[in-house]
């Protein structure tokens, strides 16, 4: 500017192609040795089933489980808290969309309550008319499409060519017919409210998982994309990378870092570092700051990087290191636009701070 002596403060604060549907479990029609070797193996899964990999990669993983006498009963129906529990170990945090209600036939002491409350609070569970969530009642095929719909967030904005959907469903069966998780049957119908085996359930999981992981942005991604790649990336792509909205969609406080047992104490430092880098500028003063309500969290982040002059994947990284540790992160003197961030454990936000002189 020409005037040396104005300065320029603004404050921002954020917030927090597959087979049919019919798969064969069983090793009789479609024998293929597996190559390879699991620590732990079910006695009854064989290593010429065709899902062998799939099942006991998921046990690999903490995932599947297993009964205690060794086997995972492949061929059995699939209970509604038994798809919960497996999606439960899959997924660290579910958006909490819903106010939990206890079901009426869901005791505290359920081995599977949790996991239950976990994907009820998500909005993928609900009770019948009678309130009860049916724990040991037969999982469905459209219950399984919400399920991981929404579990996995794929994209439910798509149609689908199978004639016997409802509506409730629709967009659910689309996302698994869209995202290669399903084709449905030959007759080109889903059968919606038919049961589906252990197997099945573990196999169209295993399916969603892997669409996600191949679709996941990392921020090493970011750091090799031209600034068009990064403007053409969606919400849904930014926002996973960042650990405040990790948390925030779940319902859930960034938890403190190491070291600290009390919020206040842990937002003591990183914040008075920050107050240093305002000067007499009062940090509350502003009370009409931007957050991601008003401001979208993916153009958020594209503005601030081309505030601050720095590349995309450096700004993400920053956030999740000063929200995960609890310190400030201030600009060096080469930095050509002066800037300061921090996150208080205290209102759960992030604060970032820029000037130019």
Do not use: C, W
Not at 84 to 97: N, Q, V, W
Not at 203 to 215: D, L, S, W, Y
Not at 308 to 319: F, G, L
Request: a positive charge; glycine letters at 4%; charged letters at 25%.
């Amino acid at each position: 500017m020409k005037n040396s002596n104005k300065l320029l403060l603004s404050t921002l604060a954020l917030a927090i192609a597959t087979p049919a549907f019919v798969i064969p479990y069983d090793s009789t029609s479609n024998q293929v040795e597996a190559a390879t070797t699991y620590a732990k193996t079910f006695s009854d899964v064989s290593k010429k089933n065709v899902y062998y990999d799939i099942i006991h990669e998921m046990a690999q993983s903490g995932i599947i489980s297993g009964y205690e006498d060794g086997t995972f009963k492949p061929s059995e129906t699939i209970s509604r808290k038994h798809a919960a529990a497996l999606i439960s170990r899959a997924i660290d945090r579910l958006p909490k969309t819903t106010t939990f209600k206890a079901p009426k036939d869901l005791s505290t002491n359920n081995a599977y309550y949790n996991d239950i409350k976990k994907l009820m609070e998500a909005g993928i569970l609900a009770v019948d008319s009678k309130g009860n969530i049916n724990p040991n009642k037969a999982l469905t095929r459209g219950e399984m499409a919400k399920i991981l719909a929404i579990a996995y967030d794929l994209d439910t904005t798509g149609t689908n060519p199978l004639t016997d959907v409802s509506k409730a469903n629709a967009k659910y069966v689309s996302a698994l017919y869209n995202n290669g998780v399903t084709t449905g049957y030959e007759d080109k119908t889903f059968r919606e409210n038919a049961s589906l085996t252990r197997a099945h359930y573990a196999v169209f999981m295993h399916r969603a998982q892997k669409f996600k992981e191949a679709n996941t942005i990392t921020i090493e991604d970011i750091s090799k994309m031209s600034q068009e790649e990064i403007d053409n990336l969606n919400y849904k792509q930014i926002v996973s990378l960042l650990e405040p909205q990790k948390y925030g969609l779940a319902g859930e406080k960034v938890p403190l870092p190491k070291g600290y047992t009390d919020r206040a104490a842990a937002t003591k430092d990183a914040k008075a570092v920050y107050a240093l880098f305002h000067g007499r500028q009062s940090l509350d003063a502003n009370s009409s700051t931007p957050t991601i309500s008003n401001v979208g969290m993916d153009n958020f982040i594209r503005n601030i990087s081309k505030r601050i002059q720095k590349p995309t994947a450096d700004v993400i990284s920053m956030i999740n290191k000063v929200t995960l540790e609890g310190i400030a992160i201030t600009s060096t003197e080469d930095d050509p636009v002066k800037f300061a961030m921090y996150f208080n454990y205290e209102e759960d936000r992030l604060y970032i701070s820029f000037r130019t002189f």
